[in-house]
């Protein structure tokens, strides 16, 4: 198994495509920070002229901490698509070049060689958002500095720059397993629908719909609880002013429990599915 | 005997591709599988190298090799953006063999390719791809490999290289060796026996000569001196440049040949069969 794992690195590593997402990745990252620098101050003017006549801020409210919030912000889309279109790939190449068929003439199982899929997938993601977080907190405090954050949720909240920094590293570790998630859910749709294209739009349909989803409110507490969609913004409660640790956790567990049900599922289809 | 398949049936829906399919294959044996499109054998191979599911049927392999098969099927599937010697590291790796760079560089001369060439194997033509698919089927020493179209996208040049290559593998290191393809004369000239399959169903089976001059209905002859034989003008045949189309009536080939070797004027250079396919791929009557 670890030999499939380091081959599978090692194909990923050796693709142009992987370049290309780490490309988009940093094209992202550089677009929420120029236009942040753009529109972001003349906003929180706006935003916030009544409360400077009442409240003392430390330091510019359009520093790195907000910026680094608005990246987080990604997240919910943006992150999620790039690593749904790359990580689907690792797949659907393979599908459309028949090297699965090639590795499974060699003495390896179906079993092992699905799940290294999956190992290797998260590593990337893993691999992604350590890009991410680490270029953001740095280009970000290179930029803009630090200071005070200032975010709108369920009302305006502020943080220090101290507390600012602990709250947005705690958030992008819990999103870390939202993307995870994502991750999981590509592979799966690649052994599911095999084709590149089909697969795009379904994992395209499928965070849309996840986004949707996640505004709606059932009465039972416990569906709440257990609705995928709804499992997917934990990292958003960071920013509540008591962090509700115990909803993040019990949300985490759940999210967790559904990620191995959906590579279970996937490595069940693969297994079953003949290699034509 | 190294591969024994008996019964074999496989159902996709309402479509029955192999209906009872039996095949058996020796080691250093080159087993050639003709049929038409559509016949079963990509199918056939793929149940073969366990890609396939079968619904009924036994397969048996007598191998205590870590992998007893290796195979192509249809064209080499290989990673277009690695170096020859990146997708053998990385075929080798996935089955926990441990090459040095010296061993790799040797399995890529065996096959007849550059251990220089350091771009990816998309920039290779089919001829290249094919000697290194063949490269990655032989790691871990199989007993036994399968072609699928082994030739299909090869020039003569291609063609008469693998065709050596295989005889090399069947003769020197006892490997048993399945291939299919379209053309006939490729696999006369490689097998050592044949089977024929239509419609899912094993309809010839025996050696290779054998089978092919069954379903001879026509020959071409290359000589001197033809257009002026009485012996050709009392056959039906076609007068060509050089040769002449014999379609054969009541007299064997071989009588006529014997006539034709004793009429004055006339040399005789070769006679080669030309295989009827409808007459090949008919069943042979119980």
């Known amino acids: 198994m670890r030999n499939l794992i380091r081959t599978e690195l090692f194909k990923i590593f050796r693709q142009r495509k992987t370049y290309y997402a780490i490309a988009a990745v940093f094209v992202l990252e550089a677009f929420i920070m120029v236009s942040a620098y753009f529109q972001g101050r003349e906003f929180l003017d706006v935003f916030l002229e009544n409360l400077r006549e009442s409240f003392e801020f430390q330091g510019n409210l359009l520093n790195g901490n907000l910026i680094i919030y608005l990246v987080l912000n990604s997240f919910w889309f943006h992150i999620p698509l790039i690593l749904m279109i790359v990580v689907s790939g690792f797949l659907t190449t393979e599908y459309k070049d028949r090297t699965v068929e090639a590795v499974l003439l060699q003495p390896v199982s179906k079993r092992n060689y699905i799940i290294s899929k999956y190992i290797a997938a998260l590593v990337f993601t893993a691999f992604i958002l350590g890009i991410l977080i680490i270029s953001t907190f740095l280009l970000s405090y290179l930029f803009f500095g630090q200071g005070d954050l200032v975010v709108f949720l369920e009302g305006l909240s502020f943080y220090s720059a101290t507390e600012a920094f602990n709250r947005l590293m705690i958030a992008f570790l819990v999103g870390s397993l939202t993307m995870f998630f994502y991750a999981v859910v590509s592979i799966t749709l690649a052994v599911l629908f095999q084709e590149a294209t089909v697969t795009w739009i379904v994992a395209a349909l499928f965070l849309i719909g996840t986004t949707l989803l996640l505004r709606l409110e059932f009465d039972s507490e416990w569906v709440n609880s257990l609705f995928f969609p709804k499992l997917t913004d934990s990292w958003q409660y960071v920013f509540f002013s008591e962090i509700p640790y115990r909803t993040i956790l019990n949300k985490s567990l759940v999210l967790i429990g559904y990620t191995g049900l959906i590579a279970w599922i996937g490595i069940r289809v693969f297994q079953k599915r003949d290699i034509t | ?286």
Request: net charge negative; charged share 20%; hydrophobic share 40%.
């Open chain 2, 1 to 286: 005997m190294i591969l024994d398949a008996r019964d074999v049936r496989k159902s996709y829906g309402s479509l029955e591709v192999l209906k009872g399919v039996s095949l058996s294959l020796s080691s250093g044996e080159i087993c050639g599988l003709i049929g038409p499109n559509g016949a079963g054998k990509s199918t056939l191979f793929r149940i073969l190298l366990g890609l396939v599911s079968r619904d009924a049927g036994t397969l048996e392999i007598h191998s205590g090799a870590s992998k007893p098969l290796g195979g192509i099927i249809e064209k080499p599937a290989l990673y277009g953006y690695l170096s020859a010697f990146e997708n053998l590291l990385v075929f080798s790796r996935i089955q926990g063999l441990k090459q040095s760079g010296t061993d790799i560089e040797s399995q890529l001369l065996q096959v007849g390719l550059s251990p220089n060439r350091k771009d990816p194997v998309r920039n290779f033509s089919m001829g290249m791809k094919q000697r290194l698919g063949l490269a990655i089927a032989l790691l871990n020493e199989p007993e036994c490999v399968i072609l699928d179209e082994p030739f299909s996208g090869l020039d003569p040049m291609g063609i008469r290289t693998l065709q050596d290559e295989i005889r090399g593998l069947a003769k020197a290191r006892g490997i048993g060796i399945l291939i299919s393809s379209h053309n006939l004369v490729e696999l006369g000239d490689l097998c050592d026996r044949l089977y024929v399959i239509n419609q899912g169903e094993i309809v010839r089976e025996g050696p290779a000569r054998e089978i092919l001059q069954q379903a001879a209905r026509s020959y071409i002859i290359y000589g001197t001196g033809l257009e002026s034989s009485a012996v050709l003008a009392a056959a039906h045949v076609e007068h060509r440049t050089g040769s002449v189309l014999l379609h054969l009536g009541e007299d064997s080939i071989h009588a006529i040949l014997r006539r034709l070797s004793t009429e004055p004027g006339v040399i005789l250079t070769a006679c080669v069969p030309q295989t009827n396919l409808a007459a090949l791929f008919e069943k042979t009557p119980e």
